[in-house]
């Protein structure tokens, strides 16, 4: 019952298919909670890519990397397994104009109510 934003075909014919490119973008959207020094926490939405493990830069590809930045407003959340993953930050988001990669060492994933998973859909 899971499905993968490669096979759906949303804008993906630049990029290689899952097992070449070695991840998979989920349909499912998460959420990122940072601070920000005017709003203190904020909810961002996340674009979820599932790395293989045995392939830990694949998600420098740069057709991947393209195609998260038209997605306007989101981050990507690269996971390894359940627990580790590092967020990706597009240029446009950074003052310096530069991809950002950061690690907290874990990624924990957290239970979403229903709204959230809503709110986070109208904005894919």
Known sequence: MWNC???????????????????VIDVMPDFVTAQDAKHGEIRIPA??????PKFPNAHR?????????RRTGFVGLVRFDGE???????PYMMENGEWLEKS???VVEGNHS?????DALSGA
């Open 47 to 52: 674009v979820q890519i599932w790395c293989d």
């Open 104 to 106: 907290q060492g874990n």
């Open 84 to 90: 580790k993953g590092l967020v990706l930050i597009p």
């Open 5 to 23: 934003v490669w096979l759906q075909g949303d804008d993906t014919g630049d990029l290689r298919r899952p097992d070449r490119s070695h991840y």
């Open 114 to 118: 229903f709204g959230q998973v809503l």
């Open 61 to 69: 590809d740069p057709e991947l990397r393209a195609w998260l930045i």
